[in-house]
């Protein structure tokens, strides 16, 4: 039916000049003897004229380039019914502040077309809702969902079914939906710029069988002058079928996208999910071979292309990282299916910002950093495309991360430029780790509680598991491995495909004999998660996102003990700063390179901090589905383990400084003696913050066993904040610190003067402020590693299956104020039982601390 309208819209268009014509031929006729019968004009084509000496481009859409450098589109009919995708990709540019060269602006979206006697039009395609097709709805279903138009393209001229377009302005313009003048995903910042037409053009333009290439040069005007990109859009024509989606679960982790599904059929509105998948499939006379078990070659597979730009050093091992998934891909039943190749320097069509190529992209910049996004046929989840954009100074992170966390046990690490052996350890783990993005796969930081932590001193069940049972989690380097470890054969590094990499990408990408729907696979499905029930290697830990609830579900962290995996990093970490001047002494040159590593095990021992903090007013979540069984979607941290890392982390405020700020390492770097004066008041920060107040009154009101009530919590708070105070003992500058920041936090908590909520007295740190420092320092760099797409921020349909912790656990006042001011005088007369002991200047602190407390209660 579309293509007789079409035929029809185009013959009316065409028909008016013939009628025109013999009209003027019939009246010459009754004229005849008074005058010679004039000659009928020739009907101009307008389509010769226009494609008149311009280059042609067959392929998908053809393409004319004229001698004015216009893009001019045909549109026929097979156009009007087919969808494709668009992609907007930076391929050059004079400034990479904002985005890089070879990066993608936001996601590819999908368009269809559509004509009248005048105009062709642009439409995006909606995917967010749904209607069962044969459902008496779908009528007004589609009057209430049609896709809207985006862009409107005056038709220029038309020759049978084929109409002609000129799309230049579209491609070679500050076009809207393309800018590349938008917030940017890395910094979050939107670039001030205004157009330039007269140093912008159309470049270069390639058409291929499924996807057209178009090149442009833009440029703009910024304050700090000229910003000149070169913008590669890419079209391509999606399958006419899509894949068949398969259903998200939270109990693995994948990128997925939603959708609503409208059916008479059942009494509200679904909201459905499916999975981002490779479309791998047996070929037609292998499918028997796979259903009997046999390992079997896909159809088509996976080819990622390594950037030329990356040093020969490196080259191998960013490519055995790649193509250690194929031991994954054999728990699915496929072998050889992801390869790894070289930018090709002998085939003339291979252009790596050609949507059809998969490239692991060598970025030359200051970013610490690398990504590996994939790009979807919005449809079905389908991945048509995957890149990895490896940031050149990532290089920096890995190294630095390797000394500071290993830099004890193994003395190769000890150097500013690692050997190419040990560096290429830690360079096959980013590539694989980006490629299972590539893949489908979220990060799984909930991988390495499943160890125990003294396993991690294991050789032997170290060479068989690594670091952690996925590569997808954030577990780095082995931390815990002590002196003499390595050489008894304990692994460093993380494995190289993890248990669980390789149960989740059987769970994605396996076949299903006798499953016709993504509705008949769900029992296939839930029996490759219940067959591993029980056994923690193969959990999946949602990345959590704003707060830090759970302990058990942590980056950058390794076994299930966070204490005692930290009391084994910090021996490790007093040992490297102990000997970091001399390993890394050189004659006549500066200290930059020990305080840059110096630096790093300072990070580092706030990681450490950071693994311990959630267990104060912790919950522990999972993922549970009705199975007859007694399962809890949320517990409590216990009170016990929340009472140990209490009195864990008040000992690290008070005696860190000693070793983590020795006298050599202030000498040679020129440190202040105080520069940790403030850290005491981030602990207390965390102990005494109003969230985690709130959490453990929730706790004491769910009914679960062994929590704490608040009542408890403040009193052991308390006795582990003022241990010295209660022992009779002199106060050092930390006591006093540590003391000062419970003080004000809950003098500001007790609302006795809500003058105090908009600035403490006396000058007074605030304890909440200090801590949020210290979380966004140790976030920022261990985020920096990795940023895999965040694409939720910008379009609803992808979602990124997380803890979003957003609001803090509520206390309420009724409750929490007179428990914390009946603390604060406890705190109170506790001083004034203890004023007259300990040293001069203890006394005088006592006397202070009195009058402080005493004048918020007189008032």
């Known amino acids: ?143 209430n969902f049609n896709n809207p138009i985006l862009k409107t393209f005056k038709i220029k001229a038309s020759r049978n079914d084929t109409l002609l377009i000129d799309v230049t302005s579209f491609f070679v313009s500050n076009e809207k939906c393309i800018t590349p003048i938008r917030q940017s995903v890395r910094t979050r910042e939107t670039m001030s710029a205004s157009y330039d037409a007269s140093a912008s053009r159309l470049k270069e333009v390639k058409s291929f069988e ?91 597979q996976i080819v990622y292309y390594v950037d030329s730009a990356f040093p020969e050093k490196w080259r191998g091992a960013v490519k055995a990282g790649i193509e250690d998934w194929n031991k994954a891909f054999e728990a699915a039943g496929f072998k050889n299916v992801v390869v790894a190749k070289d930018y090709p320097t002998d085939d003339p069509n291979f252009d790596p910002d050609d949507i059809r190529y998969n490239c692991v992209r060598y970025m030359t ?34 190294h630095n991360w390797r000394f500071s966390q290993t830099g004890a046990v193994d003395a190769r690490v000890r150097k500013m430029i690692f050997d190419d052996d040990v560096m290429n350890e830690s360079l096959r783990y980013v590539a694989s780790h980006e490629i299972g993005h590539t893949l489908g796969l979220m990060h799984n930081m909930g991988a390495s509680y499943s160890f125990p932590v003294d396993s991690l001193r294991s050789p032997s069940f170290t060479q068989k598991y690594g670091t952690t049972p996925s590569i997808m989690d954030y577990a780095r380097n082995n931390y815990v491995a002590q002196r003499g470890d390595f050489e008894k054969g304990v692994r460093m590094v993380p494995p190289l495909m993890g248990v669980y990499d390789m149960h989740a990408i059987n769970w994605g990408y396996r076949i299903f004999k006798d499953a016709k ?69 050189q004659e006549n040159k500066n200290y930059d390179d020990i305080q840059e590593m110096y630096l790093a095990c300072v990070s580092q021992y706030m990681r450490y901090l950071t693994h311990v903090m959630p267990y104060l007013g912790g919950v522990e979540y999972k993922d549970i589905v009705q199975d007859g069984k007694s399962n809890y979607a949320k517990r409590y941290i216990t009170k016990d383990k929340q009472k140990k890392a209490m009195i864990w982390l008040t000992d690290q405020a008070l005696n860190c400084r000693k070793w983590l700020l020795p006298e050599n390492i202030m000498r040679i770097t020129g440190l202040e003696s105080n520069l940790y004066d403030n850290f005491q008041y981030s602990i207390v920060g965390r102990i005494l913050g109003p969230g985690i107040m709130g959490s453990v009154y929730e706790g004491e009101r769910s009914g679960q066993e062994n929590l704490y009530t608040l009542d408890e919590y403040l009193k052991d708070a308390t006795n582990a904040i003022f241990v010295n105070t209660i022992k009779s003992k002199s106060l050092t500058q930390e006591d006093m610190n540590l003391q000062n920041a419970a003080v004000a936090a809950l003098m500001k908590y007790s609302n006795l003067d809500p003058s105090m909520n908009k600035g403490l007295m006396g000058g007074l740190a605030d304890p909440e402020q200090e801590l949020k420092k210290m979380m966004d320092s140790v976030a920022k760099e261990s985020n920096a590693f990795c940023k895999q797409h965040d694409k939720c921020s910008f379009h609803k349909d992808e979602q990124s299956y997380a803890r979003h912790n957003m609001t803090p656990a509520k206390l309420s006042a009724g409750v929490g104020r007179p428990i914390i001011t009946a603390t604060l005088k406890n705190i109170l007369n506790l001083y004034k039982a203890k004023r007259g002991t300990g040293d001069a200047r203890t006394r005088a602190y006592y006397d202070y601390q009195i009058t402080v407390i005493q004048k918020l209660f007189d008032k």
């Open 1 to 143: 039916m579309k293509y007789k309208l079409f035929a029809l819209l185009i013959s009316l268009s065409v028909a008016l000049p013939d009628a025109n014509a013999g009209w003027f031929k019939r009246k010459s006729k009754k004229n005849k003897g008074k005058t010679e019968q004039t000659a009928p004009a020739k009907k101009k084509d307008k389509f010769a004229d226009a494609i008149q000496k311009a280059t042609p481009h067959d392929g998908v859409f053809k393409a004319w380039v004229t001698p004015k450098n216009e893009l001019l589109l045909e549109i026929t009919p097979k156009n009007l019914d087919n969808l494709y995708l668009l992609a907007n990709r930076v391929s050059e540019t004079s400034n990479s502040s904002n985005f890089t060269a070879g990066e993608m602006l936001g996601d590819p979206f999908m368009f269809c077309l559509s004509a009248d006697t005048s105009n062709v039009y642009m439409h995006t395609v909606q995917t967010y809702d749904k209607v069962k097709e044969d459902d008496a709805i779908a009528a007004s279903f589609k009057r």
């Open 210 to 300: 499924k996807n057209i290439e178009i090149t442009s040069i833009l440029n703009f005007n910024i304050t700090a002058g000229g910003y000149t990109l070169t913008m590669r859009r890419s079209i391509i024509e999606l399958p006419k079928e899509p894949m068949r989606s398969r259903y998200q679960d939270n109990r693995v982790g994948y990128f997925s996208s939603g959708y609503y599904y409208y059916t008479s059929e059942a009494d509200k509105i679904l909201p459905k999910e499916f999975i981002h998948r490779w479309r791998v499939e047996p070929k037609e006379e292998d499918l028997e071979k796979y259903f009997k078990g046999e390992l079997v070659e896909p159809k088509k």
């Open 365 to 398: 910049n200051d970013i610490a950093n690398a990504a590996g996004p994939s790009y979807i046929d919005p449809r079905s989840g389908e991945i048509l495309v995957g890149e990895v954009m490896w940031y050149h100074n990532v290089i920096s992170l890995v």
């Open 517 to 585: 729907t993504a509705e008949d696979e769900y029992p296939y499905l839930n029996k490759i998660i219940t067959d591993k029930k029980g056994d923690p290697m193969y959990e999946f830990g949602a990345q959590q996102l704003f707060l830090n609830e759970d302990p058990t579900d942590q980056t950058e962290d390794l076994g299930n003990d966070h204490i005692k995996a930290s009391n084994y990093g910090i021996e490790n970490l007093k040992y490297i700063i102990s000997n970091i001047d001399k390993w890394f002494a």
